[in-house]
């Protein structure tokens, strides 16, 4: 995406291969989620919290770097990237429609409805993994809160860098 002047093809393109970095485990693959000592529904709770905080940077950096620079460079656009990416990896996975799609929306609705002095304080990654020790009572939250600030900010830098 470098130097591409915000054209419509190239940012769709740039978004849909950032959703499929984080879907096919780019930056987490799910073989990590089990190296945490969780049980097997702790996770997959992780990975999938992990994917929805992942996929929640594709939104910031979108929105600082290309938000509103044309007139076509909505949030909508975007969410709309991001849907078709994961709906084509559902059926290229065999899985069923909307399976990842209505839990990753769903994450990102319960983010985006946080204030955003809680996203800057990053209650959403300490929910994670609250969510994470519901499932597993041994889930440590500020080793889990850790990992997901560690991630995040390495993919934010990423995608600051490629948009």
């Known amino acids: ?3 591409f002047g915000y054209n419509k093809n190239t940012v769709k ?3 849909k291969r950032s959703t499929r970095a984080v879907l096919i485990g780019g930056l987490f693959h799910h073989e990590h989620a089990s190296s945490f000592g969780l049980n097997e529904e702790g996770s ?3 990975y999938t919290e992990m994917q929805a905080q ?3 940077c594709i939104g910031i950096a979108f929105e600082v770097k290309i938000c509103g620079k044309k007139s076509w460079a909505t949030p909508q656009f975007m969410q709309d990237c991001i849907k078709e990416e994961i709906l084509d990896y559902e059926k290229r996975e065999g899985m069923s429609p909307g399976s990842i799609l209505s839990y990753i929306f769903r994450r990102l609705y319960e ?3 946080m204030t955003p002095q809680e996203r800057r304080d990053l209650i959403h990654l300490r929910q994670s993994a609250e969510l994470i020790q519901e ?3 041994r889930a440590d939250i500020a080793a889990l809160s850790k990992l997901f600030e560690s991630k995040t ?3 934010v830098s990423i995608l600051l860098e490629k948009f």
Do not use: P, Q, S, V
């Open 111 to 113: 983010i985006e409805t």
């Open 135 to 137: 499932k597993d009572r």
């Open 54 to 56: 992942l996929i929640f």
């Open 153 to 155: 900010r390495e993919f």
């Open 13 to 15: 393109d740039g978004l």
């Open 1 to 3: 995406m470098l130097g």
């Open 44 to 46: 997959a709770w992780l």
